[in-house]
């Protein structure tokens, strides 16, 4: 057997060790189809996701632009003009409504059917006349059951007095006895007090006979007659629908006027003033500031006085509306504005101007008028943007665009 040299016999150990290397490297393996199927789904389902999320943001967007544009096509349009100072007028026209010195309704004091009457509506009366007669029969029979216990109580109290008069005379010859003198004298004065009332009863009644007839309380003009003959009559002034008539003195009227505080100074008591009507063109009535509330009303602001108008002819009538001219005592600055930009409503005179995008309701107080412009002498500045031409249905707060300014008359 040969010996193997050092190198011979090294090799085979080298095999051996190297050949085991190799042998125990693992195989590459390759990714499974289904993991990349996961992968292909995943991907296409965010894919999708964002595909719906992407519609959903747009249609949001395009809603909200939607919205955003039909509330912005809501809001009106207005055209405005800066009010042009001026220097203020002599004096100012505040509206007042005229009405009767003493205006009152007549009711009836006694119940019944309304025998006749003898005044209709305009006619003028005097104080005492009469006005109607009530046909009260009840009241009647009462007044005379009323008489007859009177007379019954007169006829107890004269027997009463006889008595009493006897028993005392008795008494001082001790003929009767002290409690029987004491017994008729107490009953005379009980009989005295039975007349009494009696006698307040028959006064009583005599007064509801009395109101059988209706007389006017006061010169002046008959303006309401609410009964006719035959009707029923309820006495009291609480009972819904039985007021006879009205009655108004109309020689004298009363305007009352709401005065803005600024101007509070013009209109003591003493001033005269000039009261202009529509129906009277052309014409001035002058009348008095005879009392003031010397009172600022805190809602308002304004002063309320009374002006008294001699009416001797009777052509002013009660409830009129009447424009009351008072003189200032300095001359104040004004304003002028277009006529069409005044609001007449039941709150008063008004002007719209527009503040921070809103409206904002004005009242105003008229100077003078110049035909298609009007003199404003309280409530605007030049620096108010008025509304030219505002809608019936504007109101207080309402948002608005501006449409840009006029210098001229709208249309």
Request: glycine share 8%; charged share 20%; net charge negative.
């Amino acid at each position: 057997m040969v010996e193997q040299t050092g190198e011979q016999a090294e090799r085979p150990a080298q095999e051996t060790v190297t050949q085991p290397q190799v042998q125990n490297q693992p195989p590459t393996q390759a990714r499974p189809a289904w993991g990349i199927l996961l992968v292909v789904l995943a991907a296409g389902a965010l894919g999708l996701a964002y595909t719906i999320f992407t519609g959903i943001t747009a249609r949001a967007k395009a809603s909200e632009s939607l919205d955003r544009e039909t509330r912005t096509n809501a809001i009106p349009t207005v055209f405005i003009v800066h009010p042009k100072a001026t220097v203020g007028a002599e004096e100012i026209a505040v509206p007042g409504n005229m009405q009767a010195f003493i205006d009152t309704p007549i009711w009836a004091r006694d119940s019944g059917y309304l025998k006749r009457w003898y005044v209709d509506i305009g006619g003028r009366v005097h104080q005492g006349d009469l006005l109607a007669e009530i046909d009260s029969p009840e009241v009647d029979r009462q007044l005379e059951q009323a008489r007859a216990d009177l007379g019954t109580s007169q006829a107890n109290l004269k027997l009463s007095e006889v008595t009493a008069e006897r028993y005392t005379g008795l008494f001082k010859t001790d003929s009767v006895a002290k409690q029987d003198v004491d017994n008729t004298v107490q009953d005379l004065a009980a009989k005295k007090t039975a007349v009494n009332s009696a006698q307040a009863n028959v006064s009583r009644l005599q007064q509801m006979v009395s109101y059988e007839k209706v007389y006017a309380p006061f010169d002046g003009t008959i303006t309401v007659r609410n009964i006719d003959v035959g009707g029923l009559v309820a006495a009291g002034a609480n009972t819904i629908g039985q007021e006879l008539f009205h009655l108004a003195s109309t020689s004298i009227l009363r305007v009352y006027v709401n005065v803005p505080e600024n101007f509070s100074q013009a209109a003591k008591p003493g001033v005269t003033a000039a009261l202009t009507l529509g129906e009277f063109p052309g014409r001035q009535f002058h009348g008095v500031v005879v009392r003031t509330a010397n009172a600022i009303d805190v809602a308002s602001r304004t002063l309320l006085v009374e002006v008294d108008v001699k009416n001797p002819t009777g052509e002013l009538l009660p409830g009129s509306f009447a424009s009351v001219h008072l003189k200032l005592p300095n001359r104040a600055s004004a304003v002028t504005v277009p006529s069409n930009t005044l609001i007449f409503r039941k709150e008063g005179l008004q002007v719209a101007v527009v503040r921070q995008d809103h409206t904002v309701l004005v009242p105003v107080i008229l100077g003078r008028d110049f035909g298609d412009e009007v003199e404003i002498v309280a409530g605007l500045t030049s620096k108010d943007q008025a509304i030219v031409n505002p809608s019936d249905s504007l109101s207080q707060g309402e948002q608005v665009r501006i449409a840009g300014p006029r210098t001229g008359q709208a249309d």
